[in-house]
């Protein structure tokens, strides 16, 4: 009798394992054919993206460096656009925020007046390397300024970000309320991952009534 109970429980016992196991592969498939399908989409935003700039001969991009003082070189706008979608779609599969990246990623277009009414344009400099500019309504759960911060960015050989600017997409005026609303929030999201002792950074939002202005980077003991 206690071979049979032994047999009959060791034969439930590797059933349940068996089953586990397969229950562990389908999700396992379901989850790397959920990310290859959101790799494909993010490989055809590019195409399209890529398309529509040069379409253009880049002018809007030329155009937005030139509102900002900076270099002529509308590429490093393109480039380090795609590359900062990339980086925040890596951060969304992370951080499980795929339906906020999916929304972000609606609003990336070349033409800000086909993005679906962003309410903010933000601007980076990635150390004179690139200069993305992302679109968006709202930041959260789709824009993690910290982690961009302490991203290393492989094609340009560097980390993080050290300026960055946030604007109307249009250019209008920020009202008062906007620029508080604005230098809060960054500051919140810079100060969630790192303290005042370990960086160096300050916002404006007086330079220019159409942007505030972020300077950041680390100290140095």
């Known amino acids: 009798m206690v071979k049979r109970s032994l047999g009959k429980n060791l034969t439930i016992s590797l059933k349940t394992k068996n089953e586990t196991r397969h229950r562990i592969h389908s999700t396992t498939r379901n989850q790397t054919h959920s990310f290859q399908m959101k790799r494909n989409i993010l490989d055809e935003w590019e195409t399209d993206f890529r398309a529509a700039s ?89 824009l993690d300024l910290a982690d961009l911060y302490g991203s290393l960015w492989d094609g340009y050989q560097v980390c993080g970000f050290n300026t960055l600017w946030i604007s109307h997409p249009d250019w209008s005026p920020l009202t008062k309320e906007e620029v508080a609303d604005i230098e809060r929030e960054v500051t919140d999201d810079i100060l969630f991952d790192y303290s005042e002792d370990e960086l160096n950074f300050w916002c404006d939002g007086e330079l220019d009534s159409s942007y505030v202005f972020m300077n950041i980077q680390d100290k140095i003991f």
Do not use: W
């Open 54 to 142: 040069m379409a253009d001969g880049l002018t809007l991009f030329r155009d937005h460096l030139r509102r900002l003082d900076l270099p002529d070189e509308p590429e490093l706008m393109l480039e380090g656009t795609i590359s900062l979608v990339r980086q925040c779609f890596c951060f969304s599969s992370l951080d499980n925020h795929g339906k906020e990246f999916q929304q972000l990623l609606s609003m990336q277009t070349y033409d800000p007046a086909n993005a679906g009414s962003p309410k903010y344009a933000y601007t980076f400099d990635i150390h004179g390397r690139a200069y993305p500019r992302i679109l968006i309504r709202s930041k959260d759960g789709t």
